[in-house]
């Protein structure tokens, strides 16, 4: 997919604006992390980073009564998709939505008690998101996110070529839940995401929106070749779920006391 191509990504974002989520998630999945992120204070700040057209910036909202939602994303359509749905729900006193970039939002040090992230991190790199957004975070604050994986350390040669192409940085789970405490997180868990969570809200509607404007660009080379590679992704899921998926992580920024003894222990190991 060549995102400088304006054509293409005009047909990128028919699929994707007709869609109830950008990428793979469930209401179950965002409550069992945010379960994870306990204790918040009453009147919490929430960011959601990344929203897209918000299911789970609409499912926090339901579960924190009291907290304040920014929800930040770069498209816009998306934006006014979730706020359509906020003025509907009555929630435009504590949810609000930033059209602009994640990887540098103009809010104040150490303000936030919760960042949340589902399946965007990885737009900004994913180690740098952890640095950027840490400083955000109030001592003891807490980041959920997640994260493209690899599941299985045995790999068939056609999901390694896919994901070489997508997203060639893409780590073990071991390897992903390591950067948390290099870069200031203590991890409180972490859990895959069920297949369930690609295909309800995402792969499902998107296969039916796909035949949709098969129908409409039929003839149109370009727009086929999106559609197209929107329909292999979903096969090489179908086939290949086993072999990699997303893993949702919460952690606690961690206090410079622990940072200390993190780095004394590096620093011990490398005398070693
Ligand atoms: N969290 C949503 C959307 C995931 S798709 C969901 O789970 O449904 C990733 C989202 O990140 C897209 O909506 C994309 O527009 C947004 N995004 C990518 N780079 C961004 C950036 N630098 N700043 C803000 N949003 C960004």
């Not at 400088?4 to 409550?31: H, K, W």
């Not at 602009?100 to 790199?125: F, K, N, R, T």
């Not at 997640?146 to 070529?161: F, K, N």
Request: hydrophobic share 40%; charged share 30%; aromatic share 10%.
């Amino acid at each position: 997919m060549d995102f400088d191509n304006p054509r293409m990504c005009e047909v990128f974002f028919d699929i994707y604006d007709a869609l109830p989520r950008a990428g793979p998630g469930t209401a179950e999945s965002t409550l069992r992390a945010l379960a994870l992120a306990d204790p918040l204070p009453e009147g919490a700040l929430v960011l959601d980073l990344g929203c897209g057209p918000g299911r789970q910036t609409l499912d926090l909202a339901a579960a924190l009564p009291s907290a304040e939602i920014v929800a930040v994303d770069l498209h816009r359509p998306f934006l006014d998709l979730l706020d359509a749905e906020v003025r509907r729900r009555g929630l435009g006193h504590r949810v609000r939505t930033v059209h602009g970039d994640m990887s540098c939002l103009s809010i104040a040090e150490e303000s936030v008690d919760l960042i949340w992230s589902e399946g965007a991190a990885y737009s900004i790199g994913f180690a740098k998101a952890l640095e950027a957004w840490r400083p955000l975070l109030r001592p003891g604050g807490y980041l959920a996110v997640s994260e493209a994986t690899w599941l299985r350390s045995a790999r068939p040669d056609e999901i390694v070529a896919f994901w070489q192409q997508e997203y060639p940085d893409m780590l073990d789970v071991e390897g992903c839940l390591d950067l948390f405490p290099r870069a200031g997180y203590r991890v409180i868990g972490s859990f895959p995401l069920p297949e369930q969570a690609w295909w309800q809200d995402f792969y499902t509607p998107m296969l039916g929106r796909l035949d949709e404007l098969g129908r409409r660009f039929n003839g149109d080379p370009v727009a086929e070749a999106v559609l197209d590679e929107s329909r292999r992704e979903i096969e090489v899921f179908r086939r290949y779920s086993a072999f990699s998926g997303y893993t949702f992580v919460v952690a606690r920024k961690a206090s410079g006391q622990e940072r200390v003894r993190r780095k004394g222990r590096a620093m011990a190991r490398e005398d070693e």
